[in-house]
């Protein structure tokens, strides 16, 4: 069984997250769908996120793609690897701080993983920064 691994914030479900997800599940038969917390996602983007960890956990269970979702770890933002060891690990496009770090941490700890990045699905449409402004005009 091969299973992929992705991990977001997920803050206001959209169209390109459900794209994001079916593409990510095409690469393997297990996916495995790590929210991230609400104190990492504000220490990665500077601003806390709309809604909380346990919300955004519940919405993506909701699209029923993933067949795993749980909460990241607080302070240990690889553990789900060590913990799930995937084959393959999904990113979306606007990932890119996460390749580097990541990238070295597959290697020093001896991981095949494959990393894949998934090109956006209409980002001038679907991206949470613009909804969210959208809802505030």
Known sequence: MKTVLTFW???IVHPGHVYFLQQAKAHGDK???IIARDQNVAKFKGKAP???EKKRMQDIKDLNIADLVE???KSDYFLVIK???PDVVVLWYD???LVEELSKFLYNHGHKTEVITIKAFKPKEHKSSIIKKKMKS
């Open 31 to 33: 996916l495995v769908t």
């Open 83 to 85: 913990k799930h060891k």
């Open 9 to 11: 914030t997920f803050d």
């Open 50 to 52: 709309l809604h909380h």
């Open 95 to 97: 990932q890119t701080y």
């Open 71 to 73: 909460l990241g770890h």
